[in-house]
């Protein structure tokens, strides 16, 4: 490297150092240096003299200079800062012309009219064929952001390079055509299937999104299903309570049939009639009680076209249909599953005439237990009278 391309080089690190926003994570020293390695690639593969060669390096140095001093008109800004270090050095004036077009030819829109111009915009590209693309994508992206010159999404971002790439961006000199534009196509077809994949996982995020908006209908579902299954573990315990009661009175009778009944015939033993007869009665009132509670009810087990139309028939109880035909139930199952809201409505009509049959239980239960209760107290008490009458 010359005297001149070193101070440059310096002046370029030192400018960058004290003046370069925190925020240009992609315009910075990096990027300069990669385009400077750029440019000597192409260079080194191209037949140009040696005053082409250092206006060239000297621009690849100098080109973003402008960013020192903000994001707008940057390549103008360049041109001033670079005009001026390089007339300090006391550089040629038509090199520092020759400097001051090349950087201007950087900029986005310009078409290059020269093989200077060619190079250089080359170089200031190259990064689309570097195996570091992704990530000074990405750095450009955020640097965007950062500036607030424009908050990409990633999905607007992978939908901008790929424009870019396929329909704005072009290499101009033979070398990078043959060597640099395979790879270009190839991150082309990466961001191409990123993208797809991206719209897939959006996708399914929607999808994701349009099951959980629909919570509501699972949460209903749910409701449905915790309140039968508590109203049948609800039935279960009245069954076992009805029953605990059948045996206790069970054994009651079978233990007054075996020791108390016999005794009866003793006209000594005539005390015992009354209260023996009391407790008789409540234990077998007891039984019927408990009887009654656990019963199960006699339906008709027949339904007609007419009620399934009507809604008015709850084809989820077996009581409803198990005398009809199959083909008949089938028929009318159909037409359930076809109509959400019939569904529902059977579901609350099972609901709701469960908790009845529940309410009976348990108010025939709440009586069973009151009567063995006091049964129990009036028969000991009765006992306890006819003992001490006995012996006064």
Not at 96 to 101: E, F, H, L, P
Not at 182 to 206: G, V
Request: include cysteine.
């Amino acid at each position: 490297m010359n005297t001149l391309l070193e101070k440059t080089d310096n002046f370029v690190a030192d400018l960058y150092k004290k003046k370069l926003s925190e925020n240009c994570i992609y315009h910075n020293y990096t990027h300069t240096k990669r385009v400077f390695k750029s440019t000597k690639e192409i260079i080194d593969n191209s037949t140009i003299s040696e005053e082409e060669k250092e206006v060239l390096l000297l621009t690849a140095l100098l080109h973003d200079t402008g960013y020192s001093e903000g994001f707008e008109n940057h390549e103008e800004k360049s041109v001033r800062i670079a005009s001026d270090f390089l007339a300090n050095q006391k550089a040629d004036k038509r090199l520092i012309d020759q400097v001051a077009a090349l950087i201007m030819a950087t900029k986005m829109n310009h078409t290059p009219t020269n093989p200077l111009e060619n190079i250089i915009k080359d170089a200031d590209s190259s990064h689309l064929a570097k195996d570091y693309f992704k990530e000074t994508s990405e750095f450009l992206r955020q640097e965007f952001r950062l500036t607030h010159v424009k908050n990409y999404s990633k999905s607007q971002w992978l939908k901008a390079n790929i424009n870019f790439l396929q329909n704005l961006h072009e290499f101009h000199t033979p070398y990078a055509i043959k060597n640099w534009e395979p790879k270009k196509q190839k991150h082309l077809s990466q961001i191409i299937k990123e993208q797809k994949a991206l719209k897939k996982e959006n996708k399914a995020k929607k999808l994701k999104k349009l099951v959980k908006q629909e919570s509501p209908e699972k949460g209903i579902q749910t409701a449905f299903r915790v309140t039968l299954r508590n109203h049948l573990k609800l039935s279960d315990i009245a069954d076992t309570k009805a029953n605990i009661l059948l045996s206790v009175n069970a054994i009651i009778i079978s233990l007054a049939l075996s020791s108390l009944i016999p005794k009866l015939d003793n006209p000594s033993n005539t005390y015992l009639i009354i209260p023996t007869g009391i407790f008789l009665f409540f234990s077998v009132t007891s039984m019927i009680l408990s009887v009654l509670a656990t019963r199960p009810n006699v339906t008709t087990g027949e339904f007609t076209q007419k009620e399934v139309k009507e809604k008015k028939v709850n084809l989820l109880f077996f009581g409803n249909f198990h005398k009809m035909p199959f083909n008949n139930y089938k028929t009318a199952m159909h037409e359930l599953m076809e109509n959400k809201d019939y569904i529902y409505d059977t579901m609350i009509k099972d609901l709701y005439f469960l908790g009845k049959v529940l309410h009976k239980k348990y108010k025939i239960l709440r009586i069973t237990y009151t009567v063995f209760m006091i049964g129990i107290i009036i028969s000991v008490v009765s006992f306890v009278i006819a003992f001490n009458t006995l012996e006064n």
